[in-house]
């Protein structure tokens, strides 16, 4: 939104604010839903089932098509592949897809206006806004149909949990980034209803366990279905109906955006009484993964993308060897990224789905690499590991983690009334038997923890140069 609007947003009264958000989404609505829409989706509900051969020819045949697109209107193609010398009538698919070198953020920032098609029917396109998590915003813009696919994608991962997300839809509550309630808001309402998908909109901005009873009340009244939004604020939600002995019965979870952890996922399915379905979509739109019902890892959207998994030089690594995730959008036309270098690590799993879909498995992306934090002697370490030393301790209602120094770890944290010192030594004691004596781990209390611009939260934030 442009700031004059947002400012005109945030001085209307609530009701006139829940009429904006249910006309702007209307607008997105034929954006999402129009096109070719029901096309997509009715190749997802088909391709799902589509042997690995079958699918490696499909995404080849796109392959192809779009390497020859970005030779003959991508002037940053063009360049690229004459200067590697790369004849795009000649690429086959994925077995030449090591060639081209990978895409990285940093030539994105520098010259995405050189990444955008040059063809007059390609220049419809919309801005899109990566997480910002490592600061450095993005430059990327969408075709129609890239959009559209993004939709059609979780619309199939809605069904496989069992829920339906259009308008004629489920009812969904959702606790994600949108900054619909203004920032200073003090009393509720601190959400707002979509009308034009059914879906209550809350703030992710504003949960505090005074305010967290209202939120509860509304929730009641409007009865979701299903609720979907960042695995932090649904934990928050889940924790705080757990510790007042009540539940909240609701057909299916959607979590997204942020690690999942196991504790998160655990209370969440016991608050909400159902299954969470985690899935993973990197903002640059080249890799989608889901979770189906039997949760034995993300099936990668391989209609959506091709996915490699890579080594620090850009060579794919064989399944079950961990590395970065580089993605190629098989969609946007308009701005094609071919091999773009994400900064999610994970590895494919070795094992193909008990469900019978042989869409290939990955593992769950615990380790975003800005995540990790670092040791002196060079080791990196997944925050999972560090969530153990938290998990005895009922008197913290909330924590972070923040790497300042290659041997400071501050732990902010939001006390509860039983909170002693004694918490505070198993804490220190617990956090330096992982990352070693030499870590310097210091407690801070305090009333409110740090999200990003767009509202995310991690739990881990490092300001040590990593040295990935
Ligand atoms: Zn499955």
């Not at 209107?73 to 590697?84: G, Q, S």
């Amino acid at each position: 939104m442009n700031p004059v609007l947002k400012r005109l947003y945030d001085l209307a009264p609530a009701s006139v604010q829940s009429a904006l958000v249910s006309a702007f989404s209307a607008r997105l609505e034929r954006q999402r839903y129009g096109g070719r829409f029901e096309e997509f989706r009715a190749l997802l509900e088909e391709s799902q089932w589509w042997d690995a051969q079958k699918m490696r020819e499909w995404q080849d045949e796109r392959l192809r098509a779009i390497v020859r697109h970005a030779a003959e209107h991508v002037p940053y193609y063009r360049e690229l592949f004459r200067h590697h010398g790369i004849d795009a009538q000649k690429f086959r698919g994925q077995e030449d897809l090591p060639r081209i070198p990978v895409l990285t953020r940093e030539t994105i920032q520098r010259r995405s206006e050189e990444l955008k098609s040059r063809r007059p029917e390609d220049r419809r396109l919309t801005q899109g806004h990566t997480s910002g998590t490592t600061g450095s915003p993005l430059q990327i813009y969408y075709s129609d149909d890239m959009i559209t696919m993004n939709y059609a994608v979780m619309d199939r991962q809605y069904r496989w949990a069992g829920a339906r997300l259009q308008r004629d839809g489920d009812r969904t509550a959702v606790v994600r980034g949108n900054v619909i309630v203004p920032l200073s808001q003090k009393r509720p309402p601190f959400w707002r209803h979509n009308r034009s998908l059914n879906q209550l909109l809350m703030s992710s901005f504003h949960l505090t366990p005074e305010n967290l009873v209202s939120y509860f009340e509304v929730l009641r009244e409007f009865k979701p279905a299903v609720m979907d939004g960042y695995p932090s604020s649904l934990y928050v939600l889940a924790k705080v109906l757990l510790n007042r002995g009540e539940r909240l019965p609701v057909k299916a979870v959607i979590t997204s955006s942020e690690t999942l952890y196991d504790f998160q996922r655990e209370a969440i399915e016991a608050a909400f009484q159902c299954r969470v379905f985690d899935y993973y979509a990197a903002a640059e739109r080249v890799v989608f993964s889901v979770e189906c019902d039997r949760h034995e890892g993300h099936h990668l959207c391989e209609e959506y993308g091709v996915t490699e998994i890579c080594d620090e030089d850009g060579q794919p690594l064989p399944a079950g060897q961990e590395g970065v995730m580089v993605g190629t959008s098989l969609h946007n036309i308009g701005m094609p990224m071919l091999r773009y270098r994400t900064t999610d690590r994970t590895a494919f799993k070795t094992h193909e789905c008990s469900c019978g879909r042989p869409l290939r498995l990955m593992e769950d992306v615990t380790t975003k690499a800005e995540d990790l934090l670092r040791l002196k002697d060079g080791r990196l370490i997944p925050p999972s590991v560090l969530t153990h030393p938290f998990k005895p301790l009922d008197s913290i209602e909330a924590s972070q983690l923040v790497q300042t120094d290659l041997d400071r770890l501050v732990v902010r944290l939001i006390p509860r009334p039983e909170y002693s010192q004694r918490d505070s030594d198993h804490l220190v004691r617990e956090l330096k038997a992982r990352l070693g004596a030499d870590m310097r781990v210091e407690i801070e209390k305090v009333e409110r923890l740090e999200r990003t611009a767009r509202g995310k939260f991690k739990w881990v934030i490092s300001k040590v140069d990593l040295g990935l």
